[in-house]
């Protein structure tokens, strides 16, 4: 084997290469497989299953190779962020505690949370694009950091099991289509516009299963 091309880079740009192209645009195999890990894991959300945590964590390797080979560094390396919280994640969901010491269950933030959140996020956002403007060659910083910033924040929710985790991937899904369609990454694009409607269905589903909890109660 040529000691210029090791294996992994052999690996890498195999899974790089084209799986099928359509619409003029090639889709590679990394892309496609990403695609569908990232289905699998929302669709577990959406039921509040434990196996979403794994699926993230694979999923997120993935694209992180996707997105730093696309020059999206600040979802790049969001990759990293989400394969750390996804184990926390799945600790919350199988071991955490709510504020009262009971087991976690689909619960809702009260008004003063939900303002401090959305101001955390608005904070996060200018930093992160600071962070990508400042040290990566990223054309497109600014609109980048978004979904970075509040990613983190969907990701806090989500593993805390807040049904306003929901209405957060719903903005974030809409914002990263138009991101991803403007970088050409087409199959992405058609997944994140159905993360987007999955978002709603997501939030339907817990807000159901909260209003059982409080009902119960």
Known sequence: MDAAFPLPAQCLATALSPAFTAWGSAFTWLELLACLLSLGMVWANLRVWVVAWPLAMAASALYLLLFWDARLYGDALLQVVFIAVAGWGWWQWRRGRSESGAPLMVRSLGARSRLLLLAGGLLLWPLVGVILWQFTDSDVPWWDAFPTAFSLVGQWLLGRKYVENWPVWLVVNLVATALFAYKGLWLTV????????????????????DRARIGAA
């Open 190 to 209: 058609g997944l994140y516009a159905l993360f987007a409607l999955l978002s709603v269905a997501g939030w339907r589903a817990w807000r159901q299963l």
